[in-house]
C-alpha cells in the first residue's frame, strides 16, 4: 500500500476523496466496518427473490386468474338460478288456475 503526498486525511471529506481514488482501501474499510451478515445481504436477497418471491408471485398471478375465471361462474349460475327461479314461478302459477 503505496501512500501519496495527497492521499493526507484531515477531514472527512478527505478520507471520501481518498477512498474514491483507492477503491481497494475502500474494500478493506467495508470489511472492517460491516459485519458478514451485511456484506452478504445482497447475495441472499437475489437468493429470496430467485426462490421465494417469484415462485409466489406466480402463484399469486395464477390464483388472481382463478379466481377471475370462478367470478365469472358465479356470475353465470347466478344468471341460471334466476331464470330457474323465474320458470318454477310461472309453472307454480300455471298448477294454481
Not at 481518498?18 to 481497494?24: I, Q, R, S, Y
Not at 456484506?39 to 426462490?51: A, D, Q, S, Y
Not at 375465471?69 to 314461478?89: C, S
Amino acid at each position: 500500500m503505496q501512500v501519496k503526498a495527497n492521499d493526507r486525511i484531515e477531514t472527512f471529506h478527505d478520507l471520501v476523496r481518498v477512498l474514491k481514488t483507492h477503491p481497494e482501501w475502500l474494500e478493506e474499510l467495508r470489511q472492517l466496518i460491516l459485519t458478514t451478515e451485511l456484506i452478504e445481504l445482497p447475495k441472499k436477497f437475489e437468493e429470496f427473490i430467485e426462490n421465494e418471491f417469484k415462485p409466489l408471485k406466480k402463484k399469486v398471478d395464477k390464483l388472481e386468474e382463478d379466481v377471475a375465471v370462478l367470478k365469472h361462474d358465479v356470475a353465470v349460475l347466478k344468471h341460471d338460478v334466476k331464470v330457474l327461479k323465474d320458470d318454477v314461478g310461472m309453472l307454480k302459477g300455471d298448477m294454481f288456475e
